[in-house]
């Protein structure tokens, strides 16, 4: 099998153990054997029946490749990237299986569509599943561990075995409830100009939003319809009790936004636009008319809660507005704080691993940094309103200045990984056999804080464990490169050979969407369709305008709408397709750098080039369709007419080059004669 990791067989010598790439090379692994009987009825069928036709793996791998969709669908909603990790695993092993990932339905044919497999599967966000299952992907293909092992790693993914307690507890209720509060009270701060108050009645709209999805999604099957309806329904009646009963001295607009943001799909306004541009028509536009419905559902939803404790819900609309943006947020110290407070709120709804907040709050502080700069830049400096100049320039620096970031911390953060795990898994030169003090001191630091994360109980107890099995796996390395010793190979115990497994799977390169997409989620205009719906629902007043007859000393009146609030799917236009623009030119950048270094780089192997270009070619998925040689296949006769081409140019090359050397042998002849 491709993926398999070879066994130890009789002992080497012991100069050639040196030359080993891994210690995983030389240890006595358990075989393991994915058991198919847990598989759905209809994918182990179509397993059954590849296995009789092409063999155990190959009906394996398109197990594997099923499954990797469907779970990195349910973790995000990057058709463009799946599909990237898909056909990369599919050219490796030479599968014949097409895909069609649509927003909802994914559809699945192997073998020329003598198989095709439907399954519905409703996206959410989960940061670290993305992020392991492309790990796993990458192990599987690069051949550092085997398809069944591969298939039980994602089994184990889904229970949870690869998670912290930490993350668990965030991950689903009772633990996430905590999380709604705490992201609608400083969104509608930061994000809606709310003041303290507003921020305290968003909190009881964001724990009443919370348990009403707990509760439903607890009792399952179609009840989940209902989310958005109680969610909604339920903000429109704490926040018009509070703006009845407690002075109408409430902004409802930021409570309403600020509670609301969490079931605004937000990103995929940008994902859709995104698609668009890469040529997914139909999945593109299918997203941003689906999130857009489910924003107005939202929105109608919070109008009908009004309606329910108001008794002039419109005119409370109008009269709220005054009780918005009071607060100026550059006077005050604490913007960049509540910011980042709102961002680890954020974090924690997309399951970011808590250990790496730091990685996602440094991405989500530049985007938003550089955006909120640059639009007080223009503000201050351009005389017209009429225009959007300004949100598009912030937009697309802010996104593209994010996709560097993330781009530059998973450069910096794979290398030092990369040093970590060669010392974990004992590849090349251990740290006690240099002079050098870098691995060392990096060595030191990381275990430091993987020491620190455990005790205070939000880091895995498996890197702590790997710390041990360093210890156990460098001192019987030690006795096989001692020729006096019998030891022919490593022994591990089952949950050592577990862990061994988990320290290659990680040792891979990181996942930049995962990091970068909770800062495309802040940057994403979700709150302005819901603005644009709730103009709809309450259409802005009639404005009087006084005007001058030119040339004279008269006026008139003229009444028409107010064009700020009457040009909000403009708005929302600018921004979802800047922030798409952003993210391109930003990926844009990174792989012009790369190749521009590539190319300069004459100190680089042949092997670090290689990985550099499939880190680039993963990258490219993040913002172009994926490209199959079955898209716009060449016939037989196209084909044969390009090899006998090529034959007859590399038999035209080698005449050449024999007529080339045969002359000067003449020449020579001739001046000695």
Not at 89 to 106: A, S, Y
Not at 273 to 290: D, K, P, Q
Not at 460 to 473: C, G, T
Request: hydrophobic fraction near 40%; proline fraction near 3%.
């Amino acid at each position: 099998m491709s993926g398999a990791e070879p066994s130890a067989g009789a002992r080497p010598a012991a100069s050639s153990k040196r030359e080993l790439p891994s210690v995983r090379h030389i240890i006595d692994r358990t075989p393991r054997k994915f058991d198919v009987t847990t598989l759905p009825a209809d994918m182990l069928r179509v397993y059954q029946s590849l296995e009789a036709k092409f063999g155990e793996e190959y009906g394996l791998l398109f197990l594997f490749q099923m499954r990797t969709a469907m779970e990195l669908h349910r973790a995000w909603h990057m058709t463009l990237l799946t599909s990237k990790i898909l056909q990369t695993t599919k050219d490796k092993f030479n599968l014949r299986m097409t895909w069609n990932l649509g927003v909802i339905r994914l559809k699945f044919r192997v073998e020329d569509g003598g198989f095709e497999l439907h399954r519905r599967v409703p996206y959410d966000y989960d940061s670290e599943y993305q992020d392991l299952y492309m790990r796993v992907s990458e192990a599987l293909c690069a051949g550092h561990i085997s398809v069944h092992e591969a298939l039980i790693f994602q089994s184990e993914i889904k229970k949870g075995l690869h998670t912290a307690k930490s993350g668990l507890f965030l991950r689903d209720f009772p633990g996430r409830l905590i999380l709604y509060p705490f992201l609608a009270s400083t969104c509608a701060v930061i994000f809606f100009g709310g003041q303290w108050r507003d921020a305290g009645v968003a909190a009881i709209c964001g724990v009443a939003a919370g348990v009403a999805e707990y509760i439903l999604s607890t009792v399952g099957g179609e009840a989940k319809i209902l989310i958005d309806v109680f969610a909604g329904f339920l903000t429109g009646v704490v926040g018009g009790l509070f703006y009845r009963f407690d002075g109408a001295t409430y902004c409802l607009s930021a409570i309403f936004l600020g509670n609301l943001y969490w079931f605004f799909y937000g990103t995929a306004f940008v994902i859709g636009i995104l698609e668009i541009i890469a040529g997914e028509l139909e999945t593109g536009v299918t997203r941003f008319m689906a999130v857009s419905i489910k924003t107005f559902v939202l929105s109608l939803m919070a109008s009908l809660g009004m309606l329910a404790t108001l008794p002039n819900p419109a005119t409370v609309w109008v009269e709220q507005n005054q009780n918005c943006g009071l607060i100026n947020l550059d006077a005050h110290w604490w913007r960049i704080p509540l910011y980042l407070a709102c961002s680890m709120a954020a974090l924690g709804q997309y399951r970011f691993r808590v250990v790496e907040y730091w990685r996602g709050l440094a991405v989500q502080l530049v985007g938003y940094e550089v955006q909120y700069k640059v639009t007080k830049f223009f503000e201050e400096r351009k005389e017209s309103e009429r225009d959007y100049l300004d949100t598009m320039a912030s937009n697309i620096l802010g996104a593209a200045t994010a996709v560097v970031t993330a781009c530059i911390i998973a450069y910096v953060v794979d290398n030092v990984q990369k040093r970590y795990y060669s010392q974990l898994l004992q590849r090349g030169t251990h740290r006690d056999e240099t002079s050098s003090k870098l691995d060392d001191c990096l060595y030191g630091t990381l275990t430091t804080k993987i020491r620190l994360f455990r005790c205070l109980r939000i880091g895995r107890k498996l890197e702590s464990d790997k710390l041990v099995l360093e210890k156990k796996l460098r001192k019987q390395r030690l006795e096989l490169d001692d020729p006096n010793n019998p030891l022919s190979s490593i022994h591990l115990n089952k949950e050592e050979e577990n862990l061994l497994l988990d320290t290659i799977v990680n040792a891979e390169s990181m996942n930049i969407w995962a990091m970068l997409m909770p800062t495309v989620y802040q940057l994403v205009p979700g709150s302005v369709i819901a603005k644009l719906w709730f103009n709809t629902i309450f259409p802005p007043e009639i404005k009087e305008v006084e005007r001058t007859i030119v040339g004279t000393n008269y006026t008139y009146t003229t009444i028409e709408k107010d064009t700020l609030q009457d040009s909000v799917f403009s708005n929302l236009m600018v921004i979802a397709t800047s922030l798409a623009l952003g993210l391109i030119i930003g990926f844009a950048v990174v792989q012009s750098y790369n190749n521009i270094f590539t190319t300069l780089a004459w100190w680089e192997t042949d092997e670090v080039k290689e990985g550099r270009q499939r880190q680039q070619n993963m990258r490219t998925g993040m913002y172009t369709m994926a490209k199959d040689d079955n898209d716009d296949p060449e016939t037989e006769a196209e084909k044969l007419s390009i090899i006998e081409e090529e034959a007859r140019g590399d038999n035209g090359g080698k005449e050449t080059a024999m007529r080339d050397e045969e002359e000067p042998k003449e020449v020579t002849q001739q001046g000695i004669d």
